[in-house]
């Protein structure tokens, strides 16, 4: 079964403090996986993507095949990266599947 | 602002009523999706289209769920003798669909059965 598993429903971290989100998912083949972002009233968008292996606002992820995990991670979290973070898999027949999300929140 | 539009914004109806949602997406994007979102929960694929083609729908959705993208540009969903537990935010995204090509959201449509 193709699944996305974000254990965390909530993180809260103070300012300056590092930040991992976890991810796992459940893909028998090759896995193209995303970290999307909703920031309070605003839409969903694409925070990074692990093809492009970049960092984004201080954002990265790494995609370890042997656990099966895209964790999201940033060294030092600022108040404003609070927001609802959505890891997703994108599967062989065009579909996005997203996690439950997890939502940080930077205390100050 | 030339991103995924959708209407209306909220919807309130009654039980029982049948409603319809429009999505338009970026212009250049072939393809285009339908999620559903409640509370707590990551967004629910419902069905998608390339072009004008419907090519899977979630057995999720019931047959009181309908979903047209006409010449391939706008798209709207209609759900049929709505019921509460259809309350919800319905998301529409748009993208190029290529393997690694991001989806654009709209803003969502929220539904409200009483």
């Known amino acids: 079964a193709q699944r996305v598993t974000q254990p965390e429903k909530l993180l809260s971290v103070f300012k300056g403090a590092p930040v991992e989100l976890k991810c796992n998912y459940s893909?028998?083949?090759?896995?193209?996986l995303f970290w999307y972002v909703q920031y309070s009233r605003q839409r969903l968008q694409l925070l990074l993507r692990?093809?492009s292996r970049e960092s984004i606002k201080g954002f990265t992820a790494d995609l370890n095949k042997g656990e099966t995990s895209f964790h999201l991670k940033k060294p030092f979290a600022q108040e404003e990266d609070s927001a609802m973070y959505y890891c997703?898999?994108?599967?062989?027949?065009?579909?996005?599947?997203f996690g439950q999300g997890t939502e940080l929140s930077v205390k100050p | 602002d030339t991103g995924v539009s959708q209407n209306p914004r909220h919807k309130i109806t009654k039980r029982g009523q049948n409603v319809t949602f429009r999505c338009d997406p970026i212009s250049e994007h072939n393809r285009l999706y339908w999620y559903r979102q409640t509370l707590g929960q990551g967004p629910e694929f419902l069905t998608y289209?390339?072009?004008?083609?419907?090519?899977?729908k979630s057995r999720l959705l019931s047959d009181r769920f309908s979903a047209e993208r006409p010449k391939g540009s706008f798209s709207t969903l209609e759900i049929q003798r709505t019921e509460q537990g259809d309350s919800a935010m319905y998301l529409c995204?748009?993208?190029?669909?290529?393997?690694?090509?991001?989806?654009?959201f709209g803003n969502g449509t929220r539904l409200t059965v009483t």
């Open positions: 289209f390339q072009n004008e083609a419907q090519l899977e």
């Open positions: 692990h093809i």
């Open positions: 995204a748009s993208s190029l669909g290529r393997g690694d090509s991001p989806l654009h």
């Open positions: 893909y028998s083949g090759s896995p193209e």
């Open positions: 997703a898999l994108y599967n062989q027949g065009g579909k996005l599947i």
